[in-house]
T-cell receptor
Framework: NAGVTQTPKFRILKIGQSMTLQCAQDMNHNYMYWYRQDPGMGLKLIYYSVGAGITDKGEVPNGYNVSRSTTEDFPLRLELAAPSQTSVYFC?????????????FGPGTRLTVT | AQSVTQPDIHITVSEGASLELRCNYSYGATPYLFWYVQSPGQGLQLLLKYFSGDTLVQGIKGFEAEFKRSQSSFNLRKPSVHWSDAAEYFCAVGPFSGGYQKVTFGTGTKLQVIP
């Protein structure tokens, strides 16, 4: 199993540009998550999904959109990129939304908006 | 609301020395507790987790953590640190109740290992 994969690994965007961060998992997990990680701030949840066709906002959803058309894929869309979106983005998945289940993380996408 | 505090932003230890990373949580009941490790340029990997039962839990790579309800703590320990343990460590708490409940991550402790 590849686990959770993310592309690209690095990206530089200009202010106002848009892009999609790709995330895929091959573990047949229903639950998937997008986090952003800023220095000294830990992980903040952007969006999550409890299954294909079902998504919901996390703590910091503004400026982002998601879709979940299949169990495997959970892309994150940035519209009109802003410098405040410079961050490292992690996708994760879990077998359940219950608090006791670990999350499996991808390697991350480092995004710089200038 | 639940919260997690990792009071040490950065810790330096010598290779072979013992290690303790602190984690304090705030939650109304016994939560699920996790420690994750993030190696440079990598995603987070689960080290260990506590749900119930024995308050001393063993994890991968020789790590252990002890749940202390009276202190609301879940400190991570390792008796002898290796250079490969240099990484960032995150404590996390997940609620005990059902339905989707967000896992809250601490801000992380960066571990430096010196020869």
């Amino acid at each position: 199993n590849a686990g959770v994969t993310q592309t690209p690994k690095f990206r530089i965007l200009k202010i106002g540009q848009s892009m999609t961060l790709q995330c895929a998992q091959d573990m047949n997990h229903n639950y998937m998550y997008w986090y952003r990680q800023d220095p000294g701030m830990g992980l903040k949840l952007i969006y999550y999904s409890v299954g294909a066709g079902i998504t919901d906002k996390g703590e910091v959803p503004n400026g982002y959109n998601v879709s979940r058309s299949t169990t495997e894929d959970f892309p994150l869309r940035l519209e009109l990129a802003a410098p405040s979106q410079t961050s490292v983005y992690f996708c994760a998945s879990s077998v359940s939304d219950r608090g006791q289940y670990e999350q499996y993380f991808g390697p991350g996408t480092r995004l710089t908006v200038t | 609301a639940q919260s997690v505090t990792q009071p040490d932003i950065h810790i330096t230890v010598s290779e072979g020395a013992s290690l303790e990373l602190r984690c304090n949580y705030s939650y109304g009941a016994t939560p699920y507790l996790f420690w994750y490790v993030q190696s440079p340029g990598q995603g987070l990997q689960l080290l260990l987790k506590y749900f119930s039962g024995d308050t001393l839990v063993q994890g991968i790579k020789g790590f252990e953590a002890e749940f202390k309800r009276s202190q609301s703590s879940f400190n991570l320990r390792k008796p002898s640190v290796h250079w490969s343990d240099a990484a960032e460590y995150f404590c996390a708490v997940g609620p005990f109740s059902g339905g989707y409940q967000k896992v809250t991550f601490g801000t992380g402790t960066k571990l430096q290992v010196i020869p």
